[in-house]
Each structure stands twice: as C-alpha cells, then as structure tokens.
C-alpha cells in the first residue's frame, strides 16, 4: 500500500486524493478558508501551506539515496506547497506546521495579509463564535499587525436577495459562495466583481440572488461576510443550544442543526450526511423554525356544544376521549394518520385504535407534483411518507376520502398532526356529523373545526424518527423543553453554557416558551388501562417495539441510527406494505 | 555579444512597404514556410516540425523564455478530440509594446508561425487573444486572417493538404492578469481571468478541458523562419543559450525610443546609447528595468559589458523578460519609479491569492508613504518583509512580478530610499 510521511509519522493510504483531506480525515489539523471537501479546490487563500517533498530515487541503482544513517534523502519542492491542491504520491513527506517553523511562520504571515483589510470587530460582527478567521487566528496568527494604513472600505448591508445580506469588508475572496452558486446549486448567481482588494461577491447588475438554496452560502463564508437577513444580530452561538434534527418541511428529510436558546428556535442550519444531504439544505426549510415556536397549540381544547373550543384541562381531554370512545363501536372510527408525524407516533396511533377494534386506517401524502429539484427538494411536503406506509396506513387523496366520509359515515374522525382542511380545500362541513379528534402541534383550519384538540409535541420537542423518500430512517432529538420535561433531567438534550451555568433568575429565562404538550404517544400511554391501551415509557421503546414487529424495521434501533447517521431500510419492502 | 549589428537586416519587421498585405508578403517569401511543411509532409511530419524549433531553441518572447519546441512537445498523442493553440497578444506589462508592431507591420509571419505550430501540434483552433486596447491592431490583424482565409491557408484542408485549422481573435476586456497563460484561458472562456492552479498544465488539460498550448505572438512569429532557414541558421542569431531575432523595445528616458529589431545578446548600452540615442538630454543613466515592470531593476554601474540574454542578465540578477527596456536617467526618483510600478501591480492583481491581494496594496500604501516624505527607516524591513511573504506564495507569478522590483530597488538604491526615510526622523525632531 503506498505510504505518506507526515510530520515524521507513517501513514498508508488507500485511495489517490489531496493532502489537506487526508490530513483531516486522519485527526490533524491545518488552518484553510477557502477549501470545502465538496467543492473544487481554488487553492487561494493559501493558507494551509506545507512542506513537502518526494524521496530521491537513484535509477541506476533501483533504489533510493539513502543518508549516513540509512534515512531517505528528500529533495523537497522549492515552494511551500498548497496541502488542498497536492496530489499524494507514494513516499511523500509532509511538514506541516508541527514539524517546520518555516510552515509555522508562513500561516502566520498568511493571517497577517487576511486580517490587513479585514474589519476587526468581532464583538459586532455576526459570525463572532462561529468563524474560522477569528479561532485560526487565535490558533496560527501572529501576535499583531505591522499593518498601520487606511483599510480598504468596500460596501455594508448589501441586500444580495431576499435571504442574503453582504457585508463587503469583511470578504476574504475564498470564493467559496461563488463556486457553491457555480457547482452546487447552479444558478451562478453570484460572482466576483472588481480586483485585488477591492473585490467582493455580487450579483449581475439588476439581478438578486435567490437561488432557493441561497443561505448555503450564509453557512460556507468563513468570515461574517455574508449573513442570514433572518438570523442577523438575533443571537450569539455561545448562547444556544445545537441540536440535530430532519427537516420537516420535505421528503427528503435534509439532515439539521436546531439552534436553540430561551426554549426557541432560532434558526436551522444543515448538518453533513453525505447519504442525505451533504452540507447542504434548501432556504424554505430553514425558515421553518418558526413553526416550532408560534401558534402552538397547548394545552387540551375542546368545543362544548358545538360552540367554539375552550381550553380544558388534561385530566378532563382525556376523560372526554375515554367517553367519546365507549359511546362507539371500533368499526365507526375512522383514523388518519399522518406523513407529518413519526413513525412513533403513528404506529402508538394505530395500534391503538387497533386494539380499540378500528378497522379504517387512512393517510393523505402531502404531494405536489413539479415542486421538486434535482437536487434537494422533493415533491414530496411530509418528513415521512414512507414511514406511514411502512406501517400499513393506506394512501388515499382528497376525493377517497371524502367519498369514504360521506358513504362509511364515521361516528369518530382521529386524526393525527396533519392540517388536512387546510392544505387539501376539503369542506369543513365534512365532518360536521363525526366526532373530530386531533393531535396537533400547530393550531390550524382542522384544529378549529375539531370537537377536541390534543396539544402534540413538536419535532424539535420530542425523539422520533422519520423514513425520507429514499427509505432512510433518521431520528430526532428534542431541542426544546415543554411544560413537562427538563433539560438539566433529559440527557438527550444538548446544554449550553447558559444552561449550565445559568440560573432560574437569569433575565434570559422565561417560563413563557415552554409549551403545554406531550407526545402523541404518550396520550394513549395515560389513557386508563379499562381502554386497553399498550402503554409506552418511551419512544425508544416504541422503536423497539416496531423493529420486532414489521418485517421492513427490522433491526432499526436509536443506538443505530445515531452511530449510522440513519438507516437505509429495504425500499422494496415499503412499497409492498403499501399495496398491502 | 553581437558585433556586426549594424549590418543587421530585420526579419520579423523587415523594411517593406505593405507587407502587410498577403499578396505584397507571399511576393516575399511569405506562406513559403508552410507551403513547404504541406507539401512536403513526409519529410516535414509534424514530429519533425516540432523537433526543428525545439532544435533551433526559440526562447518564449513573453517573459518566461521557455523553448518553445519543448513546450510543444508536452502536447500529448492526438485522440481525436479538439485542441487548441492559444496565441498570447495580451501585452499588459509596462514597457513592454511589441507585439503590436507584428500585428501592424507583418501579421502574416505571425499568423504563418501559428499555423506550423497548429500543424506541430494537431490543433484544431487557434485563438489569438489579443488586448482589447489594441482595437485598431485588432482590426489589422482580422484583416490578415481574412485574407488568410480567401487564400486557403486557413480553413478546411489547407492547400489541398489533409489538415484543416481555424483561427478567431478574441480581445480581452483589459486585465493585466489575463495575459498570465491560465487566466487567459479563463477569459477565453468567458470567465473571469483568474489564474488555475497546476498540475494539471495546460499541455493535460486546457481550453476546455482539453490539451492547450500557449504561446507569445513573437515567438510564433519566429517559427517560419526556422522552418524556411533551418534550427542552424536561426541559431547564428546571439548567443547559442537565447538565439535568434528580438524586438527591443526601448522606452523612457532616451532619445529615440522605440520596438527595435536585433539580433539577442545585444550590448546593453550598445542598445541604449547607439540604437536608442542614447540618455535624453546628454544626462546620466541612473537605471535600466530590462525586460519590462516586472524584471528587476539594475544600477547604471551593473551594465557593464551586459548583454540582452538570459544567461547575462541573470548573471547581474535580472530577467531578460519581454525586452521591453525601460531606461532611466540620473534626475529619476527611484522610490517615485517603484512606487509607480507597484500601483500598476496593486490595482491588477486579481485578488485570489492572499499574499498578492494584500501584499500589492501594502508595498504600494508603505512606498506612498515614504514617497511622500513621511516613511521611516523601519519601513524599508517591512517592505523586504512584505516581499519576502508574498514571493512564492501564490498560484501564479504576478506576487513575485510586483515583489521582485520593490525588493531589488531598495537592494540596489537603497541609500535613495534612506535618504527619504531620513528626511522625516530629521523633520519630526
């Protein structure tokens, strides 16, 4: 196997590939802006510079020129090399900056240059917690500046799109965002405008940048060059809370970062699967924290005498269910699950409306034809279509359904998180004569219309998992507490500084954003056991209980799906359950 | 050292009216060189062709000085697909301002020289890109190559041969970095002029991804003669290391400036007192830049017994570059001269790379202020300082081609540099 020499150290690698990759795929560490490990390599911002060196071979002889202590003679390049632009070759030696003080002082003199124009205030600056340039600098910059002229003062606020401010100073032309509109999302919107230090990223005269997947750049600049026109100056990183999670808004289930602090979601950023999603996700999508932390549903409503919904306590919610549910016989129910919700959620929502003797299982994908891209965006508007499949729902449209409500005449409608009056142009008056249930996070046209509505935790309030369009199942992870649990108790729950150290007196604190709602699955959970409801403690549990019992989850497990980034089911199977 | 220039006849710029006519310049000998190669194309096989100039070691004429037969040979085994010749007429640098006297006075030696080659090289296209501040040589040159058409030595199946080339101008929008041969290729296809990273060379993967070879409207110009005369003859030309004719051009502080045709290895100060009139005004020579902005500057006192090759003016520590000599006499402020070279360098820089987008800026602002009265002696370190981390850092030569001046100044006229540092430690006591 050909072998490389870093820093003294002996490696073997299998695959052809650069140096800077190989070294960070390997734990080292290199100071670079301008490479991204999906994007071409530019090799200009020239700051991951090496030394390297091939040993000499003395072709008579057949084999290498050795020392007087037997170690090969290297003859190394004349010029610092560029690690992200060098090709390894068997029998490389590289020096990096642990090794050469050459190496050392040539990244500080690069940081030198970078930092000359650029705007130095970092306490303002959005990206401050987060940026590369300011932690490489504390790592590999020199201790100050000889640089005592006039800045160079380029354009701010720049409104390139309807998502993307730019900040011009602070640009340190890695090209990174051009080369994303150039390779990534390909509508090259963007490009370099001026020359030497006066250039900056720009669009074509008269032209915006809304590329729909605009804000990858926000994520991409190493610098606070280019911000989320949505996010900016909202909050500090230091102060939020990182949580994975999938985007809900599509099919496609890009894998997401939840940022988090006073128990809101601020904003959602993509986090690399390379199965999935790679670094990227689509704008909409992001901007579709808001729904985590406005109308909200919470605690139990319930319309009394066909009047409008008052709120009830979950004592009474739950008694009314229990009530409703004796009035019926199991064949008068009707139960709509949802491509919106979990897997979780909707197989604790069908089995026990099995056990409840229903025989009427039904979802609505949530499907527009052409919506779709090539790239990341399906036409597909649920998180887990498939999943609801999996689990033997079937797949009716809007006319089926009305068309069963109107010929079965069900005495009880449940339905589970799915705004199905709402986003289908169903009539209200369909339900009129059945009891309406909803588990809803979101208060929507269904909720409204509902004789009772169950307040649902969120998909940033609870662990569930969700099957993407490809047949990958992927999990949460709550990021957000609700009224009923902690996240100091919860240890899936990521902490911040602030919640560490942070006290219940804090003026950042506010009780008001903690939601009066539990999961889906844990309301069948605390219906009394003369239901004969399966009761759950968790939604591990549930995962368990589901891999054991249809075929297609086979061998899914949390433990799983975190160390697998998400499990690839047998896509086949699905389809099969679905014609079931 | 050539002694016999005064009876030296040009060949690239030949005294001849209209020769830049097609039927004035077949009447003389013109299109002999390729007729030769088609018709004879057992003997001149394209690997022949190639192995002729690189025999009669053409050096690059624009700046590199490369042997341009080596160069072509890097073209790998032809596979069917297209290749490309890309003729480089983006003359940018200052002092340098040759190549527009091929394109008004003998076009057709150029456009000859890139036929042959394209013939050496089975290229399918020739491009000329051509500084788009040279509107009218431009429209020169488009006339040439029309008539080039009209008389079949362009097109399909040239003269009844089996190989076919086109040729198409292209004028650049005005960057100095796009005479640089990667970013030339970007600018020829529409992007911005930004140097590429190699490997891979243009000879693996070019214009188009596909194999490219660039050479200088000079050099190719050079190419009919060596076919016409033969490596031996066109080695007879200067010094065996740099042979054959150069256009000079002559520019600053002289009496007769001008593009002069010599043969290399001309005496520095044979070129500047004899040919170019020597200093204007009877004054003393302070400096020569010899081969345009780029090349480092030499002292008056460094010329002596210097020639115009490679091999004597790396000697001294200088480049023969485009041989574009910018001479400067005795009243000349050096740091005013270096601190105007390094604006040119400051605003053309193409910002990729780190060093060079914020080094240009840095000598140029630190030269300002010693320019201006106001610099200090620790300025001078900073400067050799700036030099030091921006040679040899960045994808192409322009960080070294805007550091080398700075640096040599201040080695070579240092004492005039500190006098102006001086002058303010003395005014601020």
């Known amino acids: 196997m050909p072998e490389i020499f870093i820093d003294n150290i002996r490696y073997e690698y299998e695959k052809p590939g650069k140096v800077l990759q190989f070294m960070l795929d390997n734990g080292m560490d290199l100071p670079f802006f301008c490479y991204h490990p999906s994007l071409s390599v530019p090799a200009n911002c020239r700051q991951c510079i090496v030394k390297a060196g091939m040993p000499i071979f003395d072709k008579d002889k057949g084999t290498f020129e050795t020392d007087e202590d037997g170690n090969r003679k290297i003859r190394f390049f004349p ?44 306490p303002i600056c959005d990206q401050a917690g987060e940026c590369p340039l300011q932690i490489l600098t504390y790592k590999y910059g020199p201790e100050g500046s000889r640089f005592e002229h006039k800045k ?14 730019l900040d011009a100073e602070r640009c340190i032309n890695c090209t ?52 989320s026109a949505d996010f900016r100056f909202k909050a500090r990183v230091w102060e939020m809370n990182q949580t994975p999670g999938i985007d809900m808004t599509n099919g496609k289930g890009c894998n997401t970062y939840l940022w988090t602090r006073d128990n809101l979601v601020l904003r959602i950023t993509p986090r690399f699967n390379e199965a999935v999603n790679d670094h990227w996700m689509p704008d909409y999508a992001r901007l579709d924290y808001k729904k985590y932390n406005e109308n909200r549903v919470s605690r139990p409503h319930l319309k009394l005498d066909d009047r409008d919904q008052v709120k009830t306590s979950w004592n009474n919610a739950e008694l009314t269910f229990g009530e409703e549910l004796d009035k019926v016989k199991g064949s008068d129910i009707l139960v709509i699950g949802s491509a919106h919700a979990s897997v979780e959620d909707n197989f604790a929502f069908r089995s ?50 009305a068309k069963r409500i109107e010929s079965t005449k069900p005495k009880i409608i449940a339905i589970l998180e799915d705004d199905l009056l709402g986003r289908t142009g169903l009539p209200g008056q369909l339900f009129g004569e059945s009891y309406t249930i909803i588990w809803a996070s979101n208060h929507s046209e269904t909720t409204r219309s509902a004789n009772l509505v169950i307040p649902v935790t969120c998909a940033a309030e609870h662990a569930a998992s969700y099957v993407n369009v490809d047949g990958r199942i992927q999990r949460t992870v709550p990021a957000k507490e609700t009224l009923y649990t902690n996240r100091r108790l919860n240890l899936e729950m990521s902490m911040a500084r602030l919640d560490h150290y942070g006290t219940k007196f804090d003026n950042w604190v506010s009780d008001d954003n903690r939601v009066d709602c539990i999961p889906a699955w844990e309301f069948f959970s605390r219906i009394p056991s003369s239901q004969q409801a399966e009761r759950w403690k968790t939604s591990r549990e549930i995962m368990e209980a589901i891999s054991t019992r249809i075929p297609v989850f086979e061998g899914v497990s949390y433990d799983r799906m975190d160390d697998e980034n998400g499990i690839q089911l047998e896509i086949k199977k699905i389809t099969e359950a679905n014609t079931v | 050292m050539v002694n016999d220039w005064k009876s030296y006849q040009p060949v690239l710029l030949p005294a001849i009216k209209d020769l830049h006519e097609i039927s004035v310049y077949e009447k003389n000998g013109g299109y002999k060189a390729l007729n030769t190669v088609l018709k004879d194309s057992d003997t001149w096989s394209p690997g022949r062709v190639t192995d002729e100039v690189k025999a009669a070691n053409i050096r690059g004429r624009g700046g590199a000085g490369f042997n341009a037969g080596l160069k072509w040979s890097f073209m790998p085994e032809p596979d069917g697909k297209p290749r490309y010749l890309a003729c480089n007429g983006d003359e940018s640098e200052p002092g340098t301002f040759k190549d527009r006297k091929l394109f008004e006075f003998n076009p057709h030696l150029f456009i000859e020289g890139a036929i042959i080659a394209a013939y050496a090289m089975h290229v399918d296209a020739i491009y000329v890109y051509i500084r788009g501040e040279y509107r009218p040589f431009v429209k020169m040159l488009q006339r040439a190559i ?206 990729q790379c780190t060093p060079c987008r914020e080094g240009t800026g840095w000598l140029e602002k630190t030269l300002l202020k010693i320019r201006d009265g106001n610099g200090e002696m620790r300025d001078l370190d900073l400067l050799l300082a700036i030099c030091n981390r921006m040679e040899g850092r960045t994808i192409c030569a322009l960080a ?7 640096r040599y100044s201040i080695e070579r006229f240092r004492d005039e540099f500190e006098q102006k540092c001086k002058k303010t430690v003395y005014a601020m006591a």
Not at chain 2, 259 to 265: L, T
Not at chain 2, 400 to 406: E, F
Request: glycine residues 10%; hydrophobic residues 35%.
């Open chain 1, 79 to 122: 010029k610092l090399m560029t690690a992200c632009s060098l090709d390894m070759a068997d029998g490389m030696v590289i020096h990096s900056h642990v090794t050469d003080d050459l190496v050392k002082q040539a990244q500080a003199d690069n940081l030198e240059f970078i930092l000359i124009n650029h705007p130095l205030d970092c």
């Open chain 1, 152 to 165: 160079v003062h380029k354009p701010k606020a720049i409104q390139l799109g309807p998502r993307v401010i």
């Open chain 1, 176 to 227: 990174r965002c051009v080369r994303f509109t150039d390779e990534i999302s390909k509508s090259r919107q963007l490009t370099i405008i001026s020359r030497g230090d006066k250039n900056y990223p720009m669009t074509a005269d008269g032209e915006t940048f809304d590329d729909p997947y605009s804000l990858n750049t926000v994520d991409i600049c190493p610098v606070g060059a280019l911000t």
């Open chain 1, 352 to 401: 026990f409306f099995e056990q409840k003797g229903a025989e009427s299982f039904v979802f609505l994908p949530h499907v527009e034809p052409g919506f779709g891209d090539d790239l990341l965006i399906s036409d597909d508007h649920a998180p887990n279509s498939n999943g609801v499949r999996a689990l033997g729902f079937q797949e009716e449209d809007e006319k089926s359904l």
């Open chain 2, 146 to 351: 029309d008539q080039a058409y009209e008389k079949g030595y362009l097109g399909k199946n040239i003269k009844g041969s089996d190989f076919s080339v086109e040729m198409y101008t292209h004028m650049g929008a005005g960057a100095y970095i796009c005479g640089e041969e990667s970013s030339l290729m970007e600018s020829l296809e529409g992007k911005r002029g930004y140097p590429r990273v190699k490997p891979p060379f243009p000879a693996q993967r070019g214009l188009w991804g596909r194999p490219t070879t660039i050479n200088n409207i000079e050099t190719l110009a050079n190419v009919p003669l060596v076919i016409n005369n033969g490596a031996e003859w066109y080695k007879s030309f200067g010094p065996d290391s740099h042979p054959g004719p150069v256009l000079y051009g002559i520019s600053g502080h002289v009496n007769r400036p001008g593009v002069y045709e010599y043969p290399a290895g001309m005496s520095v100060m044979t070129l500047i007192n004899e040919v170019a009139g020597g200093v204007r005004g009877g004054k003393k020579l302070k400096a020569l830049i010899p081969g345009g902005s780029s090349t480092p500057p030499l002292r008056a006192d460094m010329l002596e017994g210097v020639t115009m090759d490679s091999d004597s003016l790396r000697e001294v520590g200088s480049m023969m570059g485009t041989a574009g000599m910018v001479v400067l006499d005795e009243d000349t402020d050096m740091v005013d001269v270096i601190w105007r070279i390094s604006h040119f360098y400051h605003h053309e820089s193409c910002g």
């Open chain 2, 400 to 406: 070294d081609a805007a550091a080398w001046p700075v």
